[in-house]
């Protein structure tokens, strides 16, 4: 592989960069796309009753053509509501369709200002109260968080994927754009690796990536998916990886980020 930093010899390559995934693999351009999404954390107001926000909970708000947004709540601490979402809400011109390939340095003014207002909406201001006042701080601690409801708000770029459903395994040649080493000429066949036993698969590319704003429930076992399919042990796998997760070339054909933005965000 030729790299601005020269060139990388190896079998095989991981590409576990979600969003990002499609600068370095040029033909998942349009079936796997970084879009800008925004996080906050917020004082629970408050008259929310302790059953209600625990921190046992994860909320998801769903506005029918809107898109959706998702709550969840740390355990210790302030209990801060770790809230995130606002995509529609977020788009100034096109109805409905997030920042496509945004820059991360930045939040978006419009959503970020719906996220900051959004929660005693969804709960009533009745049962959110008065907004909780912020615990003691020392001087030396940092960063300075914000004093009222909003602790703080930040963006990052997901990878959404066009069939909304995570890619996993070994890319196919039409994806990679480069063709498979043979098992007989593959570099890791070295002594060392003779000599300690050690087996993995065919040389190759890989890639666990595209979750779509459900990282914490698909990535952990995605990426242990994906080690057995590198050291060669589908067989471990096959009781509990969901097939229509390996990216193939039928599935990578038929993907088409169009018809899911039209379907979601219009």
């Not at 930093?5 to 079998?11: E, F, K, N, V, Y």
């Given at each position: ?73 740390l355990p210790s601490g302030e209990h801060e509501l770790m809230f995130g979402g606002g995509w529609a809400m977020a788009c100034d011109n096109v109805r409905g369709m997030p920042d496509i390939g945004a820059d991360d340095s930045a939040v978006n003014h419009v959503g970020q200002s719906y996220l900051a207002g959004a929660l005693p909406q969804y709960f009533g201001m009745r049962n959110w109260g008065e907004d909780t006042a912020p615990s003691p701080v020392s001087p030396t601690d940092e ?124």
């Amino acid at each position: 592989m030729q790299t601005p930093r020269g060139r990388i010899l190896t079998p095989h390559v991981v590409y576990a960069v979600n969003g990002w995934s499609s600068h370095l693999i040029p033909h998942m351009r349009t079936k796997l796309v970084p879009v800008r999404g925004m996080m906050s954390a917020q004082r629970p107001g408050r008259a929310l009753h302790p059953s209600t926000l625990s921190g046992q909970r994860s909320f998801v708000f769903y506005r029918a053509t809107s898109g959706y947004d998702y709550l969840t709540q740390l355990p210790s601490g302030e209990h801060e509501l770790m809230f995130g979402g606002g995509w529609a809400m977020a788009c100034d011109n096109v109805r409905g369709m997030p920042d496509i390939g945004a820059d991360d340095s930045a939040v978006n003014h419009v959503g970020q200002s719906y996220l900051a207002g959004a929660l005693p909406q969804y709960f009533g201001m009745r049962n959110w109260g008065e907004d909780t006042a912020p615990s003691p701080v020392s001087p030396t601690d940092e960063p300075e968080w914000g004093r009222g409801r909003t602790k703080a708000q930040w963006s990052g770029i997901l990878g959404i994927s066009a069939d909304m459903l995570p890619w996993v395994g070994r890319l196919p040649e039409k994806v990679s754009g480069r063709a498979l080493q043979k098992r007989s000429d593959r570099l890791a066949e070295s002594v060392d690796e003779k000599a300690s036993g050690a087996q993995v698969a065919p040389p190759g590319e890989w890639i666990a990536a595209g979750y779509t704003g459900e990282g914490m429930v698909h990535a952990w076992m995605s990426g242990k998916a994906l080690a057995s399919m590198v050291l060669d042990r589908e067989d471990e796998i096959a009781s509990w990886f969901p097939e229509i997760l390996r990216i193939t070339e039928k599935r990578w054909k038929e993907a088409n980020i169009e018809d899911m933005f039209a379907k979601y965000f219009t």
